[in-house]
Structures are given as C-alpha cells and as structure tokens.
C-alpha cells in the first residue's frame, strides 16, 4: 500500500476517540512524530510492515504521556489484526469461481515475473528457474502453515480435517505436510483412508462406454464412511475395511480403527467436501480444506492456460509412473474425470474453510518436457473420432498452448517435498 501519514493519524484518532478524548490535532501531532521515527529508522525508500509502524505508533503514545490512548490503541490493533487474518484466510466464490483468490494468484506472479510464457522463458534463459522453484514452493508451503494456525485456534471444536479438491490438485502431500505442520504443534493426526471404502469394482457406476466409474462419490460406500466417522467421534470402535486396486475388492471389519479424546481425523478425498459423506458429523467439528491449481499462466494472446489442463498434465505423468496406465488413456478418459468434478465437488466449494492453491509456475515446463510428446498421437488418432472429441480438443489446445514454452529437463532443483514430486516421482511423502 502507499504511505498515507492520514491513515496513522486516524487510527490514533480512533484510539482517542474510544476513552471519549478525540482530539484531532493531537493525532495529526502524533502522526508526525510517528514518521520522524519511521524515516529515521527505516529510511524514506524502504516498505515497513504494518506490524512495524504499529510498533512505533505504541512507543510514540507511550512515550509522549498518552498511557489511555496508548491501551486503547493497542486494543485498535488487535481488532485490526484479526481482521485482517480473516481476510487473508476467507475467500468469495462467485459461480464457483474464487475471484479473490485467482487475483492473489495472478499478482503474485507478476511479481515474480512468471504470469506469461514469455516470462517463464526469460527465467530459464537467465537460469533463474531454481530460483523460481524455491520461491513458489514456499509460497505453497506458507498457505499450508497458514491453514494449520486456522486449525490451531479451532483445536477445541475440530475432531475431523478434511482436505478435497479435483484429480491431481496434490491431496496426497498437502495431507501429509500438514499432517506434519499439526505434530510439530503438539495435535495426535489420525488418518483416514477414504479409498478403502470403494464398492467392490463390478458395483461401481460405469459410463457410456462400460467403464468403471472410480471419479463419482456413489463409487464409495458414502454410508458406512458417515456412520464410521459419526462412531469415532462418540469414541467408539469400528471395524473398517481395506480395499485392493489390484483385485478391485473390499474386505470389510479389516482393521479397527478408533480415534482418541486428543485426536483429530485426517482423510484425503476427492469428494470431501460432497454433503452426504460428512451429513451425520456436525458441521462446527469439521475443517475443510480445498485445493485446486489456480495457475495464471497466459500466453503472448492473452489466453490463460485452463487449471483442469494442468491437473490432466500432472495426471498423464503419474498414471504412467505409478499406475501403469498410459498418458493417451488419462487424455481419453479425461471427460469423466470432469464431469465428476463439476457435478460433485465445483459446486461444493463454498462450503470449504481455505482455499490453497498448489499450482506451481515451475511446473509447466516441467510438464511440458515429460508429456507433450504423447498430444500429437491423441491429435492424430482422435481428430475424426466422434467418440473422443474431448481427448482431441484437449490435447491440441494444450499442445499449441505450450508450444513457445521452453521446456525444462533437468528437476535436480526440485526438492523430494516439493508438491510436484508426487506427480514426477522422487518425493519423500511416497510411500
């Protein structure tokens, strides 16, 4: 924000104001006496933060004999400051779409000079990119010690932390590192593996095509996950199931699974945040965090590169690594996976706690190097394919999206608990 000496003036106004001796001229007063310190102790080009200029508005008062104006001052600034943190953790969603937050997004590359391609090739030219990778993890790593203090000041109503988002939003490690962020803090995580509950796999929904459907939430036992996590919470026992991807079934009353007075439940899904997989645990004993890549990537005509198309990037290369599906298959099947998401977790963003972006600048030419070579294969072979016309405007529009990027082949500089890394292999959090 710009200096405005007015805006000091009036806080301390505002003090005097609340122990019924406003006096205007005197918090001008103050306000220049204020600045003299400011300039003397930071310079006149330097940016000192609100706490900072706080902090010297306090000494001034203090020191000029206004103790009444001083405390009230200091009860101004709490009201202020938690003001503040709960507009940096709230966001507005207008049609399913988080506006604040996409412009934090849009402005924090810009400052860093990664909000276009023509940027992000600079970077690389100048070898600056390890650079950028260690920025944009700790600002990831930031949102994500943001939300724990969110949680910390709930920790006597929270018994439940859930954290959705889409395919490929990064779940599994933002799960496990805030998991880690609550144990430095001294809170017992109990997790929750939501895939256990898949039905057995000739019980999933199937699409057009006779697929299994493992993207909708009626593939899941919705039932028994509620009635299991109502059970925990009232410290019961239950019995709870594991299920085998490579069978596709479930053994139900496998493993116990209770949850003690001091600990809080923490599942990964992608349906988190769907009512009827939580509609039996009171709402205020819930924290939910959603996650999606709310990237700002335009190219030289202005056009922003599609968040889901990330995601599919990001998916194409670990079905291949870790699943031993080949990426033309997540292209192909890419349609489900939206459709699922639009009808079954979009909507319900909303009703989430935070909102954490895990859209990495970096990662695109990352992307780009390990996945674009399979786009002119699903170009070629779905371009008159009634049936896949989805793969085929896909892949083309990515393809010519990230046609100037420069690609990226060395990820020596990507740390093993970068979010990406589970998504490109190498990340610690694997198991």
């Not at 918090?27 to 102790?41: F, G, K, M, T």
């Not at 391609?117 to 010690?145: C, H, Q, V």
């Not at 724990?148 to 929270?158: E, G, P, T």
């Not at 963003?349 to 990495?360: E, R």
């Amino acid at each position: 924000m710009p200096y405005d000496r007015d805006r000091i003036a009036t806080a301390v106004f505002r003090a005097m104001a609340s122990i019924r001796k406003a006096d205007r001229k005197q918090a001008d007063a103050i306000s220049l006496d204020v600045e003299r310190v400011l300039l003397d102790s930071y310079g006149a080009s330097a940016t000192p933060s609100v706490e900072e200029i706080q902090d010297i508005v306090e000494k001034t008062l203090q020191e000029s004999g206004q103790e009444d104006t001083a405390r009230a001052y200091t009860a101004y600034r709490k009201a202020r400051a938690q003001a503040r943190s709960a507009r940096e953790s709230s966001f507005e969603v207008t049609d399913n779409i988080p506006y604040k937050k996409i412009y934090e997004v849009l402005r924090w590359n810009i400052n860093h000079h990664c909000d276009s391609i023509r940027g992000l090739n600079r970077i690389i030219a100048d070898g600056n990119f390890p650079d950028l990778i260690r920025d944009s993890d700790r600002r990831y790593d930031d949102e994500l010690k943001r939300c724990s203090q969110l949680i910390l000041k709930k920790r006597d109503k929270i018994r439940v932390i859930i954290v959705a988002g889409p395919s490929s939003s990064g779940k599994t490690t933002t799960t496990m590192k805030l998991a880690e962020l609550l144990k430095k803090e001294g809170i017992d995580i109990k997790p929750l593996v939501v895939d256990n509950y898949f039905f057995d796999l000739e019980k999933h929904p199937r699409d057009e095509f006779g697929d299994y459907d493992y993207e909708s939430p009626q593939a899941l036992d919705l039932e028994l996950i509620n009635g299991h996590l109502s059970a925990l919470m009232a410290g019961k026992t239950v019995l709870a199931p594991v299920y085998n991807f490579k069978t596709g079934k479930r053994t139900l009353n496998a493993q116990n699974l209770s949850l003690d007075k001091n600990q809080i439940l923490l599942l990964d899904s992608l349906h988190g945040l769907f009512d009827k997989m939580t509609d039996k645990v009171p709402s205020s004993a819930i924290f939910k965090l959603y996650i999606e890549t709310l990237g700002q990537l335009r190219s030289d005509d202005g056009m922003f590169m599609r968040w889901a198309d990330n995601r599919m990037m990001r998916r194409m290369i670990r079905d291949k690594l870790h699943r031993n599906s080949q990426p033309e298959t997540t292209i192909a099947h890419w349609h489900y996976v939206r459709r699922s998401e639009l009808k079954y977790i979009i909507p319900f963003i909303s009703t989430a706690d935070i909102l954490i972006n895990s859209a990495l600048p970096y990662e695109l030419p990352v992307l780009k190097h390990k996945a674009c070579s399979y786009f002119p294969k699903v170009i070629r072979e779905y371009r008159e394919d009634a049936h896949h016309q989805d793969a085929y405007i896909r892949a083309k529009r990515v393809s010519e999206f990230l046609a100037a990027l420069e690609e990226a082949a060395d990820t020596a500089a990507i740390p093993d608990d970068s979010l990406l890394r589970e998504f490109i292999g190498g990340s610690r959090y694997e198991c």
